[in-house]
C-alpha cells in the first residue's frame, strides 16, 4: 500500500542511464533556480520602506538612492560569480571556491552558511507567498502556518518526481509573475506620466528628513539586499545545466540579472511615486496593483502570479541545497545518505532534509517573514565574501590571461559583500547575533563528523594493525515464547548451522509456567537443551541480556561466537506490524550494540 502511494506521489523509479535527460535548458533553468532571487522583489522593496517608515513618509525618497546602491552590488555579484561559473565549471560553489583558494575552514563556513540558507530559502519563500495569499484574502490570516506547511509538501513532492519534471511545471508561474510585473510596471509608469497619479503623494528627491541617520539608511540599504538572495544558487547547481553546461549556467545568470534589475527598480520607483507605506495586513505590492488596476481581474492576476513565485522561489534551495549537500558529503562532512539518488534520479534525502528543517522553522517563527529575512540574507552574504575573497587568491595565484580585470571584478564583488555583511552585523545585530552561536556550530560538528568517517576508515582498513579474531565454533541461543511453527522454522535454521550447540531460552513471569513450560518442551523438542528464566519484574530483555553475556563470556575464553536467532512472523499485511513483533524488536535492538555478538532473525511468512 506505502510502495503504492509512493509510485502515485513520485511516479515510476528512472534507470540510471536516463540521468542525462534529468538536465536542464536556459529556460527551465532561469525558471528553477532564478526563482529566488526574482521572487525576493516582491519583499526586498518592502524591506527597505520598513525600515524608513520609523522615521517619517517624508524619507521614502531615500528608496531611490539605496536601490542605485542595491542595483550595483547586483551587477558586482553577477559579473563575480560569472567567473566563478568558468572557474568551477563542476559547480559547488562558495563552498568549493573557499574550500580550494582560502583553505578548509573558509569553506566548511561557506557551505555551512549555504546550507543553512537554502533551509531559509524555503521557509521565506513559503512564508512570503502565504503573506500574498492572506493579503488578497485576509479570513485566511489565521490558517498562515498550515497553509505554509502544505505548500512546502507541495514542492517536495515536486522535486521528489525529479528535476525535469517539476521546472516542466514550476516554469510557467515563474514567467506568468515576469510578465505580471512587467505589465503592473509599465502600465503604472504610463499612468505616471500621463498624469494619472498625482506626483503629490510622495515626497520630492533631496526633501529634508527630519531625524534621518547614516545608521538608518545603513540598515535601510542592508534590508533591500536582502533582494540580491538566490544570485549565487545557478553557481551551485551547474551540474543541473545540459552540455556546455558553464555556457549555459553564465547566459543564465546574466539574464537573471537583467530581469532582476527591472523588476527591482520598477518596484521602486512605483512604491516611492505612489508613497506606499508598508502595513501588517498588505504587501507593497499588493498596494501598488490596487492603485494601478484596483481590485479587479488584473489585481489578482498579480497577486496570484506574486504568491505562486514566492512559494517556488523555495524550488532554487530545492535545487541547490541538495548538490551542496553532495559535495559535502563526498568530502566526508555531513552523512554520506546525501549522496544517494532516489528512485527519480534526485537527491532525495537532501531533499526530505530541507523539506522537514524548513517545516521546523516555520512552526517556530509560525510563518512570520519579518523574522527570518535578516538572518536569511546574512547568512547568503558570508559565502558571498568568502567566494569572491577565494577568487582574489586564486586569480593572483595563478595569474592567467586577463587576470587584472577578473581581479578587479572579485575585488569589487568581495569589497562590496563585506560592507554588506559588517551592516547586517552592526545595524541589526539583535536580530542576527545567533549565526556568531550556530556558524560555528556547523562547522564543529562538520569536523566531528569527518573524524568519525576517518576512524572507521582507519579501523576498516585491511591494512590496519587490528588482528581479525579467530573463529573455532558457534553457540546458538534461540529465545522462544511458545510452541509454534516460528519457534519450529528458527530451530531448524539453528540445526542446520550448529547442531550441538543450541540453547533454546524462555523467560517465564510465574513459577507455574516455567514447570509446565519445561514439560512440553521435552516432549517436543528433547534434543535441544532448554533453559528457563524467571523474570521478577515482568521484563523480557534484562534476563534474557544477564543470560546472553554469561555465555558470550565463556564462549569468547575457547574463541566462539555466539549467535542470537530470533524467531519473528511476517504478516501479509504491513500494517498489522504495529500489532505484532514488538518483542523481537526489542530484543534485537538491545543486542546489537554487543561487542563478539551476532544477532539474525528467521522470518516466518503468514499466508493470511
Same mark, same amino acid.
Given at each position: 500500500?506505502?510502495?503504492? !502511494?509512493?509510485?502515485?506521489?513520485?511516479?515510476?523509479?528512472?534507470?540510471?542511464?536516463?540521468?542525462?535527460?534529468?538536465?536542464?535548458?536556459?529556460?527551465?533553468?532561469?525558471?528553477?533556480?532564478?526563482?529566488?532571487?526574482?521572487?525576493?522583489?516582491?519583499?526586498?522593496?518592502?524591506?527597505?520602506?520598513?525600515?524608513?517608515?520609523?522615521?517619517?513618509?517624508?524619507?521614502?525618497?531615500?528608496?531611490?538612492?539605496? /536601490?542605485?546602491?542595491?542595483?550595483?552590488?547586483?551587477?558586482?555579484?553577477?559579473?563575480?560569480?560569472?567567473?566563478?561559473?568558468?572557474?568551477?565549471?563542476?559547480?559547488?560553489?562558495?563552498?568549493?571556491?573557499?574550500?580550494?583558494?582560502?583553505?578548509?575552514?573558509?569553506?566548511?563556513?561557506?557551505?555551512?552558511?549555504?546550507?543553512?540558507?537554502?533551509?531559509?530559502?524555503?521557509?521565506?519563500?513559503?512564508?512570503?507567498?502565504?503573506?500574498?495569499?492572506?493579503? /488578497?484574502?485576509?479570513?485566511?490570516?489565521?490558517? #498562515?502556518?498550515?497553509?505554509?506547511?502544505?505548500?512546502? &509538501?507541495?514542492? #517536495?513532492?515536486?522535486?521528489?518526481?525529479?528535476?525535469?519534471?517539476?521546472?516542466?511545471?514550476?516554469?510557467?508561474?515563474?514567467?506568468?509573475?515576469?510578465?505580471?510585473?512587467?505589465?503592473?510596471?509599465?502600465?503604472?509608469?504610463?499612468?505616471?506620466?500621463?498624469?494619472?497619479?498625482?506626483?503629490?503623494?510622495?515626497?520630492?528627491?533631496?526633501?529634508?528628513?527630519?531625524?534621518?541617520?547614516?545608521?538608518?539608511?545603513?540598515?535601510?540599504?542592508?534590508?533591500?539586499?536582502?533582494?540580491?538572495?538566490?544570485?549565487?544558487?545557478?553557481? +551551485?547547481?551547474?551540474?543541473?545545466?545540459?552540455?556546455?553546461?558553464?555556457?549555459?549556467?553564465?547566459?543564465?545568470?546574466?539574464?537573471?540579472?537583467?530581469?532582476?534589475?527591472?523588476?527591482?527598480?520598477?518596484?521602486?520607483?512605483?512604491?516611492?511615486?505612489?508613497?506606499?507605506?508598508?502595513?501588517?495586513?498588505?504587501?507593497?505590492?499588493?498596494?501598488?496593483?490596487?492603485?494601478?488596476?484596483?481590485?479587479?481581474?488584473?489585481?489578482?492576476?498579480?497577486?496570484?502570479?506574486?504568491?505562486?513565485?514566492?512559494?517556488?522561489?523555495?524550488?532554487?534551495?530545492?535545487?541547490?541545497?541538495?548538490?551542496?549537500?553532495?559535495?559535502?558529503?563526498?568530502?566526508?562532512?555531513?552523512?554520506?545518505?546525501? #549522496?544517494?539518488?532516489?528512485?527519480?534520479?534526485?537527491?532525495?534525502?537532501?531533499?526530505?532534509?530541507?523539506?522537514?528543517?524548513?517545516? !521546523?522553522?516555520?512552526?517556530?517563527?509560525?510563518?512570520?517573514?519579518?523574522?527570518?529575512?535578516?538572518?536569511?540574507?546574512?547568512?547568503?552574504?558570508?559565502? *558571498?565574501? &568568502?567566494?569572491?575573497?577565494?577568487?582574489?587568491?586564486?586569480?593572483?595565484?595563478?595569474?592567467?590571461?586577463?587576470?587584472?580585470?577578473?581581479?578587479?571584478?572579485?575585488?569589487?564583488?568581495?569589497?562590496?559583500? *563585506?560592507?554588506?555583511?559588517?551592516?547586517?552585523?552592526?545595524?541589526? @545585530?539583535?536580530?542576527?547575533?545567533?549565526?556568531?552561536?550556530?556558524?560555528?556550530?556547523? $562547522?564543529?560538528? @562538520?569536523?566531528?563528523?569527518?573524524?568519525?568517517?576517518?576512524?572507521?576508515?582507519?579501523?576498516?582498513?585491511?591494512?590496519?594493525?587490528?588482528?581479525?579474531?579467530?573463529?573455532?565454533? +558457534?553457540?546458538?541461543?534461540?529465545?522462544?515464547?511458545?510452541?509454534?511453527? $516460528?519457534?519450529?522454522?528458527?530451530?531448524?535454521?539453528?540445526?542446520?548451522?550448529?547442531?550441538?550447540?543450541?540453547?533454546? $531460552?524462555?523467560?517465564?513471569?510465574?513459577?507455574?509456567?516455567?514447570?509446565?513450560?519445561?514439560?512440553?518442551?521435552?516432549?517436543?523438542?528433547?534434543?535441544?537443551?532448554?533453559?528457563?528464566?524467571?523474570?521478577?519484574?515482568?521484563?523480557?530483555?534484562?534476563?534474557?541480556?544477564? *543470560?546472553?553475556?554469561?555465555?558470550?563470556?565463556?564462549?569468547?575464553?575457547?574463541? *566462539?561466537?555466539?549467535?542470537?536467532?530470533?524467531?519473528?512472523?511476517?504478516?501479509?499485511?504491513?500494517?498489522?506490524?504495529?500489532?505484532? +513483533?514488538?518483542?523481537?524488536?526489542?530484543?534485537?535492538? @538491545?543486542?546489537?550494540?554487543?561487542?563478539?555478538?551476532?544477532?539474525? #532473525?528467521?522470518?516466518?511468512?503468514?499466508?493470511?
Amino acid at each position: 500500500m506505502l510502495t503504492d !502511494l509512493k509510485r502515485l506521489l513520485i511516479g515510476q523509479p528512472l534507470k540510471s542511464h536516463e540521468l542525462g535527460e534529468q538536465k536542464l535548458n536556459k529556460k527551465k533553468a532561469l525558471a528553477i533556480l532564478s526563482s529566488d532571487a526574482l521572487s525576493s522583489v516582491a519583499y526586498g522593496p518592502e524591506q527597505i520602506l520598513i525600515v524608513l517608515i520609523t522615521i517619517s513618509a517624508a524619507a521614502f525618497w531615500y528608496t531611490i538612492p539605496i /536601490a542605485c546602491g542595491v542595483l550595483f552590488l547586483l551587477v558586482a555579484l553577477i559579473l563575480s560569480y560569472r567567473q566563478i561559473i568558468f572557474a568551477y565549471p563542476h559547480g559547488g560553489g562558495a563552498y568549493v571556491v573557499s574550500k580550494e583558494n582560502l583553505g578548509m575552514n573558509a569553506g566548511l563556513f561557506a557551505g555551512g552558511s549555504l546550507l543553512v540558507d537554502y533551509i531559509l530559502t524555503v521557509a521565506v519563500s513559503i512564508s512570503a507567498g502565504t503573506d500574498a495569499i492572506t493579503s /488578497a484574502f485576509p479570513s485566511l490570516h489565521s490558517y #498562515t502556518v498550515p497553509i505554509a506547511l502544505a505548500l512546502v &509538501l507541495f514542492i #517536495t513532492i515536486l522535486n521528489l518526481r525529479g528535476i525535469t519534471e517539476s521546472a516542466s511545471i514550476l516554469a510557467y508561474p515563474v514567467y506568468l509573475f515576469v510578465v505580471a510585473l512587467f505589465i503592473l510596471i509599465g502600465i503604472g509608469v504610463y499612468k505616471i506620466l500621463t498624469g494619472q497619479i498625482s506626483p503629490d503623494l510622495h515626497a520630492p528627491l533631496g526633501t529634508p528628513v527630519a531625524g534621518i541617520s547614516l545608521f538608518i539608511l545603513l540598515r535601510a540599504f542592508s534590508s533591500g539586499s536582502s533582494a540580491l538572495t538566490g544570485v549565487e544558487a545557478i553557481s +551551485n547547481a551547474i551540474p543541473n545545466f545540459k552540455a556546455p553546461a558553464p555556457q549555459n549556467a553564465s547566459k543564465t545568470l546574466m539574464a537573471m540579472g537583467m530581469l532582476l534589475a527591472i523588476l527591482f527598480a520598477g518596484i521602486i520607483y512605483l512604491a516611492y511615486y505612489y508613497g506606499i507605506a508598508p502595513t501588517e495586513k498588505e504587501t507593497v505590492v499588493s498596494q501598488i496593483a490596487t492603485v494601478t488596476f484596483g481590485r479587479g481581474l488584473m489585481y489578482y492576476i498579480v497577486q496570484g502570479t506574486t504568491a505562486m513565485i514566492l512559494v517556488l522561489a523555495a524550488n532554487t534551495g530545492y535545487s541547490a541545497f541538495p548538490l551542496l549537500a553532495v559535495n559535502l558529503a563526498k568530502d566526508k562532512f555531513i552523512a554520506r545518505m546525501f #549522496t544517494m539518488r532516489g528512485d527519480r534520479l534526485g537527491y532525495s534525502n537532501g531533499i526530505i532534509f530541507l523539506a522537514v528543517t524548513s517545516m !521546523l522553522l516555520i512552526i517556530v517563527f509560525k510563518g512570520q517573514t519579518e523574522q527570518l529575512i535578516p538572518l536569511y540574507a546574512v547568512g547568503v552574504f558570508i559565502p *558571498f565574501t &568568502l567566494a569572491q575573497t577565494g577568487m582574489l587568491v586564486k586569480w593572483f595565484r595563478e595569474k592567467p590571461r586577463g587576470w587584472l580585470l577578473k581581479l578587479t571584478v572579485n575585488l569589487v564583488g568581495a569589497c562590496m559583500s *563585506f560592507i554588506v555583511m559588517m551592516i547586517f552585523f552592526i545595524t541589526k @545585530f539583535g536580530q542576527v547575533w545567533s549565526v556568531l552561536i550556530f556558524l560555528p556550530l556547523i $562547522v564543529f560538528i @562538520f569536523h566531528q563528523i569527518k573524524k568519525h568517517y576517518d576512524a572507521i576508515a582507519e579501523q576498516l582498513r585491511l591494512t590496519s594493525c587490528e588482528p581479525a579474531l579467530p573463529i573455532e565454533g +558457534n553457540v546458538m541461543i534461540v529465545p522462544v515464547a511458545g510452541f509454534t511453527h $516460528v519457534v519450529e522454522n528458527s530451530l531448524n535454521y539453528a540445526k542446520s548451522l550448529s547442531p550441538d550447540q543450541i540453547i533454546a $531460552v524462555y523467560v517465564a513471569f510465574e513459577r507455574d509456567d516455567e514447570k509446565k513450560f519445561e514439560e512440553k518442551w521435552q516432549k517436543w523438542q528433547p534434543d535441544v537443551r532448554l533453559v528457563t528464566l524467571h523474570s521478577h519484574y515482568r521484563s523480557i530483555v534484562h534476563p534474557l541480556t544477564k *543470560f546472553i553475556d554469561t555465555v558470550e563470556h565463556k564462549a569468547t575464553e575457547s574463541n *566462539f561466537r555466539v549467535t542470537v536467532i530470533i524467531p519473528q512472523f511476517i504478516p501479509k499485511k504491513n500494517w498489522h506490524n504495529i500489532l505484532h +513483533n514488538q518483542s523481537s524488536l526489542l530484543i534485537r535492538a @538491545f543486542l546489537l550494540y554487543k561487542r563478539n555478538l551476532v544477532v539474525t #532473525t528467521v522470518p516466518y511468512h503468514l499466508k493470511k
